[in-house]
């Protein structure tokens, strides 16, 4: 029997937060914790800062997670940070194939795949990020990129609970455009058909989670939305009245 998997409010705090990030994380936690029956709670945060907010965040719902892992758990790769040392410092998920990673490190599919299984190995949950850009959106082939990014990214041994996807359409990201209400709901159907048609029952309550420009003011009608399974955030992750209003608008909330 399939389950309706349990929203996710993931924040994607990119390379930001050193300032005055660790008070808005604590407020964020806090708040987190008084809805655990309702939804997860989850910050990706810059690795440097991982281990501070696991201290931080001790005692609270919150989850956390990194931006990203090598495909190896340890060896010679100057500057790369593996699954291992992502969870030795206290996160549970890492976001792989952000499209700000597959544009600005060249990832590809392939890179994103064999990372998911180092995240497999090491016991975090992957979620892998997917979504067209404008031109591809334009051209009607949104639906073909993102069924070919789900094909190439995700491993065999994907499942409800070592996966999470994330559609991002990349024209959405920082710009305050959002797809339409109609978009995103045909897009999140087209994703979990792919997802039931490959994994069965698995594919059918695997959490697929919509980002880009999702705020406040959009939250509500966006993570009410048929196969919205909760969102992932960036910059109105960083407020944590801004975050914190996304979760209130969880529906059941
Ligand atoms: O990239 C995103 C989350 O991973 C979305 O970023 P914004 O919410 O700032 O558009």
Not at 13 to 29: C, D, E, F, Y
Not at 114 to 127: F, M, Q, R, V
Not at 146 to 173: F, H, R
Request: glycine residues 12%.
């Amino acid at each position: 029997m399939t389950t309706t998997p349990k929203p996710l409010i993931a924040g994607n705090w990119k390379m930001n937060g050193v300032t005055s990030g660790l008070t808005a994380l604590r407020t964020i936690a806090e708040g987190v914790s008084q809805h655990t029956d309702t939804f997860d709670g989850l910050i990706c945060l810059p690795a440097t800062m991982i281990e501070r907010g696991t201290r931080l965040c001790n005692g609270t719902a919150l989850l956390l997670g990194g931006q990203d892992c090598h495909f190896e758990q340890s060896g010679a790769h100057t500057g790369d940070i593996s699954a291992d040392m992502l969870q030795d410092a206290g996160a549970s998920y890492v976001i792989l194939g952000h499209s700000e990673r597959r544009a600005d490190h060249d990832e590809t599919n392939t890179d994103v795949l064999k990372k998911s299984l180092a995240a497999y190995e090491t016991g975090l949950t992957a979620i892998i990020c997917v979504g067209e850009t404008r031109a591809e959106r334009e051209e009607g082939r949104a639906m073909e990129i993102v069924s070919n990014q789900l094909e190439g990214s995700m491993s065999k041994d994907a499942n409800s609970q070592n996966t999470v996807i994330a559609y991002e359409p990349v024209w959405a990201i920082g710009t305050g455009l959002v797809p339409s209400n109609h978009d995103i709901e045909a897009m999140h159907g087209h994703i979990r058909q792919v997802l039931s048609e490959r994994f069965g029952v698995e594919g059918e309550s695997m959490r697929i989670l919509y980002g880009g420009s999702l705020k406040p003011s959009n939250a509500e009608e966006i993570l009410r939305t048929k196969n919205v399974n909760g969102g992932l955030i960036g910059g109105a992750s960083l407020k944590s009245e801004d975050f914190l209003a996304i979760c209130a608008a969880v529906p059941g909330n």
